[in-house]
């Protein structure tokens, strides 16, 4: 499988202290790790075998540092959701319910895009994600202070986390307003914002989730956005995940 420029596409795998690489196109693996020589060696390999386009998941941060590398090196990098992965993945019969994401599927899913065109390097975008992730963190926060609150505490409990809820509230109301503006300065992303908004029942909130996340919409055919999309419920799990 080519990349839609004519190049090969690999997928990465990234975790804390090391990546998984897999170039379906030539069947080859290889394991780098988290330092400054690893990325080193992954862009040789990479080069080797005459990669143009390289895919990997969002990972908490860990990604950050691979993709910057690539993109140094004039290697498009891309970094994609793992839900998105994932629900393509099971839409298709190729994952099961438990299953891990590896770097073969992450390549799988890569070639799946033969017919997108490139995506360059999105500053608007990424400014974006971090946004709404922050805004999610601070919606999260609020549901588990409300939740304490279901339970008896002292006066002194109760006025503290009664403040902490005002002010998350105000937090949350100005990253909402940031957001807004952030996507309205953006014309490419407040095109596709205005389109996923003409859906009955999508507001701006559940768009500007969407336009950070799926950078993919608009630009596929309906039937991969639908597997985008996918709304089954998955397994997120957490730390390392098993081989």
């Not at 770097?103 to 065109?117: G, S, Y």
């Amino acid at each position: 499988m080519m990349a839609q420029n004519g190049g090969v596409v690999v997928g990465i795998d990234v975790a804390k202290d090391k990546v998984d690489a897999c170039i379906r196109a030539v069947s080859q693996r290889q394991t780098f790790p988290s330092t400054a020589e690893g990325r080193r060696g992954l862009i040789r390999w990479l080069r080797k075998y005459k990669v143009a386009k390289a895919v990997m998941e969002a990972s908490g941060g860990y990604e950050r540092e691979w993709a910057k590398a690539l993109r140094q090196a004039d290697i498009e990098a891309r970094i994609v959701d793992p839900k998105r992965v994932r629900d393509f993945a099971r839409s298709a019969g190729q994952l099961a319910k438990n299953d891990a994401i590896d770097a073969e599927m992450i390549a799988w899913f890569a070639e799946t895009f033969t017919d997108a065109p490139d995506q360059a390097h999105d500053t608007a975008r990424e400014n974006l994600v971090q946004v709404v992730k922050a805004r999610q963190s601070l919606l999260d926060l609020q549901t588990s202070l409300k939740n304490r609150g279901e339970h008896a505490a002292p006066k002194i409990v109760q006025q503290m986390q009664a403040r902490l809820l005002k002010q998350i509230a105000d937090e949350v109301a100005k990253l909402e307003v940031a957001i807004a503006a952030m996507i309205k300065a953006a014309p490419h992303l407040a095109e596709l914002a205005e389109i996923i908004e003409s859906v009955p029942g999508l507001g701006k909130i559940t768009s500007a989730g969407l336009v950070a996340a799926m950078p993919e919409l608009g630009q596929v055919s309906n039937r991969i956005a639908a597997a985008l999309l996918g709304a089954a419920p998955y397994d997120d799990d957490s730390g390392k995940r098993p081989r």
